[in-house]
C-alpha cells in the first residue's frame, strides 16, 4: 500500500493547477454551455494535453504517452477545481477508441480530429425496436448495390441523433449467416438522403434520444470499420468503452459532498437535516457505499498499471457504480421532502432541479449500456463461472 | 501508488489459509462448537506457529510486529474458515492496549506470553463500544473495579482482561483474581466466547498512560476492523459455497446455477461484497497512515460490512434451499459468525452514530 503519488506526478498535479489557476475563467459555465463556447475550451484543453491526451498528434490530439496515473490527476484537479472536463460525447468516448483499435488510417485521418474538437458530433445507431439487450438480433438491413451499401430499417434510442453530424451503425449485412456474424459497422453522415430523425421525449422532459428510420439510405462500402460481418467485434470494443465510461466513482465523490452540503444548510422546522438522526444514518449508509466504490477504484486502478486484467472486480462497476449515483439522487430528493418534487421553473426549486433529473436519467443509465440484469447475468458468468444463458439457435 | 497487498501479505494471508484448511476443515469446527471450545488448542497450536496471535506484537516482544492491515487479512482467513480461536480481543484490541497504554513491565509481563499463544487476554470495552446493557458498568477505585461488564470478548480461555471503567480508564485484571466472576455468555456463534464479568472490589492493574482515551479509541476501532474483515471473509466463503452448491443441484432436469433467479442472487453477492474488499484494504491502511479518518474509516467498515455481511449470509442460505437450513451441510456456522460478528463492539446503527460523530455531524 503506498498511495502517494511521488514527486514526478506531484509536479504533474502542479502543472494541472497552474493551468486552471489561470485559464479556468474561459471554462464555459454550467447551464449556459455553448458549442461554441464547449469546443474553444476543448481546443485549448488539448493543446494543454488536458482532453485527447493520448491520441497521437497526426490525428489531431495531443500525443502523450498513456499514463493512467496523469489521467486519474488530471480528473482529480478539474473536479476540486470545480472546472468541465474535456467533452464526453458518444463519439469521443466511445468511436474514436474504436477507430484507433479497428480503423483504417484513413478513417483516423478523416474523423479523429474533427471529433475531439467536438466539430462532429457523432451518434450510435445500435438499438432497434425488436433488438435491446438482445442486440445480435438487429435486423436493419443493409443490402449491396454496386460499390454501396443501400440501409434500410430503424433504429431507436438513438441518443443525440437529433444533432448528430454522423452515426456509427450496426447493419445486418450477410442474413443468412449466424446473428453474430453477419453484422457491419458503417459510419455515415446523418445528413444522407432517406435518414428521418424523430425524437423521442424521455422521462426527464428533454428529448434527449430518437427513432432513427432509414429507407435507401446509400453508403459506399469504403465505411465500413472493420470486415464485413465482422461488426459484432468492432461493437463490442466500442461497448467495453461505454461501460468503462459509466458508473465512474469520481462522480459518486462529487454527489456526496453537494448531499452533505445539502443536509448541513437544509432545515426542516429549524433542524437541520444533518442534525436529525434519521437523516445522519441514511446519509452516513451512502457514504460507507461511495467510500468503497472510491477505493475499489484504486484497486483496479492499481491493477491497471499492472496490467493486470480486472475480471470480477471490473465486472461489478457499471452496476454498483449506477445504482449508487441513483441512490445518491434519491437522498437528496427524499430530504427535500415536498421541496424534492419541484421541477422546471417552480418557485422553491432547490439545485435547478437536478436531483430530479439526475435520479430520472440515472435510471436511464441503469437501463442503457446494458441493464443491470444484463449486468447481473454478465458477473455470474464471467465473474463466478455459473452456466451461461441458454443461446437459442440463431 | 499502489493500492494492493504487498506480495507479503498476500503469502502471509495464503499460508494462514492453508493452515486452516487443513487443520480446521468444518468438521473440526463442529467438534469443537459441540465441546464448547472457543480456542480449539490444535487450531490454535497450529496458528501460533505461523505467528497469528503475535501479529501486530513488536518483534522485542516475540511477536512478528506487523500492521493492522496485516491483521485484517488474518482476521478474513479466519472468518474464512469460522475458526475456534480468539482474535479480535486477544491478538489485536489487548496487545494495542498494552502497547498504548502498558508500563513497559506490563509489557513485558504479557506481550512475549499473548504473542507465544501462552496467554489469551479478554477485553471488556462493550459498554463504549457500543453502550451499556442491562445495567452494565464499572467502576474504579484505589486499585479495584467494582460493578459489571457485559459481552467480554475472547473471554472464555482468557487469562486477563483488559477492562475499561465508566469513565475510560484502562486496567488489567487477572482472570483468577479473588472476587471476579466470569458467566459465559451462550450466543449463537459457537466459535466464539463472550462473557460477563462481576467484579465486587476486585483487584485491579491500572494500564499507566495518562490519557487513556486515545487508546481506548484505536482498541475500539481496530477490534471494529477485526470484526469487519472476519465478516469479509466468511461472506466471501458463503459466495463460494452458494456458487458451488448451485453448480451441483439439479432441479427440473437442470442445475440450479443455470436459473436465472438463483444467478443473479449470486451476482448481487459478489457485486456487495467485492467493494468491501477496498474498503477494509483502506480502513486498515488509515489506521497507520491517515489519523484523520482513521476512526472513521474503521466505523464505516464495520457498519457497511455488517450491512453487506447480512445480506450475503441470508441469501447463500436461499441459494441452498432446505439444505441451508439444516445441520447437516454447516453453513449455518458462517451464518451466525456474521451475526455475531454484527453485534459485537457495535451494530451498524451504533456504529454509523460514530462516524456521524467523528466527522462532527453530531
Ligand atoms: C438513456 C439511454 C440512452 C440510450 N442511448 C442509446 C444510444 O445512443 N444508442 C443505442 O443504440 N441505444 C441506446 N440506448 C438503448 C439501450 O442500449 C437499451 O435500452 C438497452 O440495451 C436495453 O434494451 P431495451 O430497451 O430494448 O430493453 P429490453 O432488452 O427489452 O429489456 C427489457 C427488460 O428485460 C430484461 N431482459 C432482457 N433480456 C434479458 C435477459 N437475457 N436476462 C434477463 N433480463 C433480460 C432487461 O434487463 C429489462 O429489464 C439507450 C438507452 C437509454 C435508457
New binding site residues.
Given amino acids: 500500500m503506498d498511495l502517494a503519488y511521488g514527486p514526478k506526478y506531484e509536479a504533474f498535479r502542479d502543472e494541472v493547477r497552474a493551468f486552471l489557476a489561470a485559464h479556468k475563467d474561459q471554462a464555459p459555465r454550467g447551464g449556459e454551455q455553448t458549442m461554441a463556447g464547449g469546443r474553444a475550451w476543448q481546443k485549448l484543453l488539448i493543446e494543454h494535453g488536458y482532453a485527447a491526451r493520448t491520441i497521437p498528434r497526426a490525428y489531431g490530439g495531443y500525443g502523450a504517452e498513456p499514463d493512467i496515473l496523469e489521467s486519474r490527476i488530471i480528473a482529480e484537479e478539474f473536479v476540486a477545481a470545480g472546472a468541465p472536463m474535456g467533452m464526453a460525447n458518444?463519439g469521443i468516448s466511445m468511436l474514436v477508441p474504436t477507430l484507433l483499435e479497428l480503423g483504417t488510417e484513413e478513417q483516423r485521418k478523416q474523423w479523429i480530429g474533427p471529433t475531439i474538437r467536438g466539430e462532429v458530433i457523432w451518434?450510435?445507431?445500435?438499438?432497434?425496436?425488436g433488438?435491446?439487450?438482445?442486440?445480435a438480433s438487429l435486423k436493419t438491413r443493409a443490402s449491396e448495390d454496386g460499390d454501396d451499401f443501400l440501409i434500410n430499417g430503424q433504429?431507436?434510442?438513438?441518443?443525440?441523433?437529433h444533432l448528430a453530424d454522423m452515426i456509427f451503425c450496426?447493419v445486418r449485412t450477410e442474413p443468412d449467416a449466424p446473428k453474430h456474424q453477419g453484422i457491419s459497422y458503417l459510419l455515415f453522415s446523418m445528413k444522407t438522403p432517406g435518414i428521418e430523425v424523430r425524437p423521442l421525449v424521455?422521462m426527464t422532459g428533454a428529448a434527449?434520444?430518437n427513432e432513427v428510420f432509414f429507407t435507401d439510405v446509400r453508403v459506399p462500402k469504403s465505411q465500413i470499420v472493420g470486415e464485413r460481418g465482422q461488426g459484432w467485434q468492432v461493437a463490442n470494443a466500442t461497448l467495453k468503452h461505454e461501460r468503462g465510461m459509466l458508473g465512474d466513482p469520481n462522480q459518486a465523490g462529487s454527489r456526496l459532498k453537494a448531499l452533505i452540503e445539502l443536509a448541513r444548510t437544509e432545515t426542516v422546522g429549524g433542524e437541520r437535516l444533518i442534525d436529525n438522526p434519521v437523516w445522519r444514518d441514511r446519509l452516513l449508509k451512502l457514504q460507507a457505499r461511495v467510500y468503497a466504490m472510491e477505493f475499489h477504484g484504486l484497486r483496479l486502478l492499481t491493477g491497471r498499471l499492472k496490467g493486470e486484467a480486472p475480471g470480477l472486480p471490473g465486472l461489478i462497476v457499471k452496476l454498483m457504480g449506477c445504482e449508487l449515483n441513483h441512490q445518491l439522487a434519491a437522498f437528496a430528493i427524499d430530504a427535500l421532502g415536498e421541496l424534492g418534487v419541484l421541477y422546471g421553473e417552480s418557485p422553491h426549486l432547490r439545485n435547478h432541479g437536478n436531483w430530479q433529473r439526475n435520479y430520472m436519467?440515472d435510471?436511464?443509465?441503469?437501463?442503457?449500456?446494458?441493464?443491470?440484469?444484463?449486468q447481473?447475468?454478465i458477473i455470474s458468468e464471467r465473474g463466478l463461472g455459473m452456466p451461461r444463458?441458454p443461446k437459442p439457435a440463431s | 501508488m499502489e493500492f494492493c497487498l504487498s506480495n507479503d501479505q498476500a503469502m502471509m494471508q495464503e499460508t494462514i489459509q492453508r493452515t486452516l484448511e487443513r487443520v480446521c476443515p468444518l468438521e473440526r469446527v463442529r467438534q469443537a462448537a459441540a465441546s464448547h471450545e472457543t480456542r480449539a488448542a490444535d487450531v490454535w497450536a497450529a496458528l501460533t506457529e505461523i505467528g497469528v496471535p503475535g501479529l501486530i506484537i513488536p518483534e522485542e516482544h516475540g511477536g512478528v510486529g506487523l500492521t493492522l492491515l496485516d491483521a485484517a487479512l488474518a482476521a478474513e482467513a479466519l472468518g474464512r474458515s469460522v475458526a475456534p480461536v480468539p482474535f479480535a480481543a486477544s491478538a489485536v484490541m489487548a496487545p494495542l492496549a498494552l502497547m498504548g497504554a502498558g508500563s513497559p513491565a506490563q509489557q513485558a509481563e504479557w506481550l512475549p506470553r499473548l504473542a507465544a499463544g501462552e496467554a489469551v487476554a479478554g477485553v471488556a470495552v462493550a459498554e463504549h463500544a457500543s453502550g451499556a446493557r442491562d445495567g452494565a458498568g464499572v467502576a474504579a477505585a484505589n486499585g479495584r473495579l467494582s460493578g459489571k461488564a457485559l459481552f467480554a470478548l475472547d473471554a472464555g480461555a482468557a487469562d486477563v482482561f483488559v477492562v475499561a471503567d465508566r469513565a475510560g480508564g484502562l486496567h488489567l485484571v487477572s482472570a483468577d483474581a479473588p472476587s471476579l466472576t466470569r458467566t459465559a455468555l451462550t450466543s449463537i456463534d459457537a466459535t466464539r466466547s463472550i462473557a460477563e464479568l462481576d467484579f465486587a472490589d476486585t483487584p485491579a492493574e491500572p494500564l499507566a498512560a495518562r490519557d487513556p482515551a486515545p487508546v481506548l479509541r484505536r482498541m475500539i476501532d481496530a477490534g471494529r476492523l477485526a470484526l469487519a474483515a472476519d465478516i469479509l471473509g466468511a461472506g466471501q466463503r458463503m459466495i463460494e459455497k452458494a456458487v458451488d452448491y448451485a453448480a451441483e443441484r439439479r432441479q427440473f432436469g437442470r442445475v440450479i446455477g443455470s436459473f436465472?433467479a438463483v444467478k443473479?442472487l449470486c451476482a448481487e453477492m459478489a457485486a456487495e461484497l467485492e467493494p468491501c474488499r477496498a474498503l477494509i484494504w483502506y480502513a486498515g491502511y488509515a489506521f497507520d497512515e491517515d489519523a484523520e479518518r482513521a476512526s472513521l474509516m474503521a466505523a464505516h467498515a464495520k457498519a457497511h460490512l455488517s450491512e453487506v455481511g447480512t445480506f450475503v449470509a441470508r441469501t447463500a442460505t436461499e441459494v441452498h434451499g432446505g439444505m441451508g437450513f439444516t445441520d447437516l451441510l454447516g453453513l449455518h456456522y458462517w451464518f451466525k459468525r456474521v451475526g455475531f460478528d454484527r453485534q459485537m463492539l457495535g451494530g451498524p446503527e451504533r456504529v454509523r452514530q460514530d462516524a456521524a460523530a467523528f466527522q462532527g455531524w453530531a
Wanted: with cysteine; hydrophobic share 30%; aromatic share 10%.
Fill in positions: 458518444q451518434c450510435q445507431g445500435y438499438s432497434e425496436p433488438s435491446g439487450s438482445d442486440l433504429k431507436i434510442w438513438t441518443s443525440t441523433a450496426l424521455t434527449e434520444f436519467f435510471l436511464g443509465l441503469i437501463i442503457g449500456g446494458g441493464t443491470a440484469q444484463i447481473k447475468n444463458e | 436465472q443473479h
